[in-house]
């Protein structure tokens, strides 16, 4: 067991291209976004583990003694297992969750507890520690807030364990894990995922480990050599959605119309593909033209989308109001309301962004520049993070 305290950190994702499509077997782009998720796992001798989650305001404290005395046999020692059902619900009943363990702040801590005593298994006594994570992204909103968390609780526990190797050098402030690390962090990351979610694509969790930009089609899951770092602005209409909802709205147009509406998912197919295409020329050697082709292509799929019957009012004042700054938008993810996406282009001047932005938060939403295509989990020197997240929390 390590005996230094570890802060890593996961992005959220957002879907480019492919949402709803994929579904149907097409292929879907999912990229990091540079919201994100940290974590501060701290070392104890006190015969306690604590976890802290001030985002949502749980606090939880275990005897370490308490939970070395469970029986965990059910969980297969040291071996990234599925999670079945039974197994699941024999974890509550073992560890008598006071909360509702079906809301998100139950299943939070049922997936570290998960993590937890399924990655310590190993150790010859469970470990005393205190983990603490915050987030700068919004939850349920379908930018993999849940997985961020699954991808950082497995890259602290594997680390503390010793399982996989800390790789911050002395003097570096931030770094990256070992490919084959990476695996291993993502494995345990989708199980966790699984606990949360029942039955997740292992999409999020995969973008948040590896960073940069996926292609997922049909389970598939390949990182995209180089993608170009995008800024875009991510825009929550604040509109409550429902993707299971929206995907069964998209299959029952699909069988009433499958002469108008298969056509439209081959083409939103071949927008994904036209994107991989160009994020690959810009890695190589970026001109203002690609900045053009994505607007064009974030424009038609945009009116696909609507045309499959996940737009909304506020997805279509979203678009109207960056259009009238010069910007293209286009739902991403479930649509139905809940967030869009901006690409800005290189060349805007800060004050236009600024407008756009402004002019984005008095129709009610909230609305955040960031970039896609950033860095997948990582570890940090701990003094050398101070996010607005971590100031607003009293500097954790
Ligand atoms: O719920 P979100 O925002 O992560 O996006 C769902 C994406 C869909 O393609 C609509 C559904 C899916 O399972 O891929």
Aim: hydrophobic fraction near 40%.
């Amino acid at each position: 067991m390590l005996s230094e305290a570890l802060l890593v950190s996961a992005p959220g994702k957002v879907i480019l291209h492919g949402e709803h499509a994929v579904v149907h077997g097409k292929v879907a782009l999912a990229v990091a976004l540079n919201l994100r998720t940290f974590l501060r796992l701290q070392p104890h001798s006190n015969g306690k583990v604590g976890l802290n989650l001030p985002n949502t305001g749980i606090k939880r404290v275990w005897d370490v003694a308490r939970l070395q005395l469970l029986d965990t046999s059910f969980l297969e020692p040291g071996d990234v297992t599925t999670p079945t059902p039974e197994q699941v619900e024999k974890l509550k009943e073992v560890v008598d969750l006071p909360e509702d363990s079906a809301n998100h702040k139950g299943l939070a801590v049922l997936a570290f507890l998960y993590l937890y005593l399924s990655i310590c298994r190993k150790q010859r006594a469970l470990p005393s520690l205190d983990i603490t994570v915050w987030s700068e992204l919004p939850t349920g909103a379908g930018l993999g807030s849940s997985a961020a968390y699954s991808v950082c609780l497995a890259a602290a526990l594997l680390t503390a364990c010793e399982e996989i190797p800390n790789p911050l050098r002395g003097g570096e402030s931030t770094s990256r894990w070992a490919t084959e690390d990476l695996e291993l962090i993502n494995k345990w990351a989708f199980q966790g995922e699984r606990v949360i979610h029942g039955n997740p694509s292992g999409v999020d969790n995969a973008v948040s480990t590896w960073g940069g930009a996926l292609r997922y089609q049909q389970g598939k899951i390949s990182p995209l050599k180089r993608p170009p770092a995008l800024q875009i602005l991510l825009t929550n209409t604040r509109v409550p959605r429902s993707t299971k909802a929206l995907v069964a709205v998209v299959r029952s147009r699909l069988l009433k119309f499958p002469e108008i509406v298969a056509p439209l998912l081959t083409s939103i197919d071949a927008i994904s593909l036209e994107c991989e295409r160009v994020l690959g020329e810009m890695a190589a050697a970026p001109a203002p033209e690609h900045y053009l082709v994505l607007e064009e292509l974030i424009d038609m799929n945009q009116h696909h989308l609507s045309a499959l019957g996940v737009g909304h009012a506020s997805l279509d004042q979203l678009c109207r109001v960056t259009m009238a700054h010069g910007l293209h938008s286009k739902l991403t993810g479930a649509g139905g309301g809940g967030c869009g996406i901006t690409l800005l282009r290189p060349d805007l001047e800060l004050p236009d962004v600024e407008a756009t932005k402004q002019a984005l938060t008095s129709c009610g939403f909230d609305c955040w520049e960031t970039s896609i295509g950033a860095s997948g989990v990582s570890v940090h020197l701990d003094t050398s993070l101070d996010t607005p997240v971590q100031q607003a929390l009293g500097g954790l």
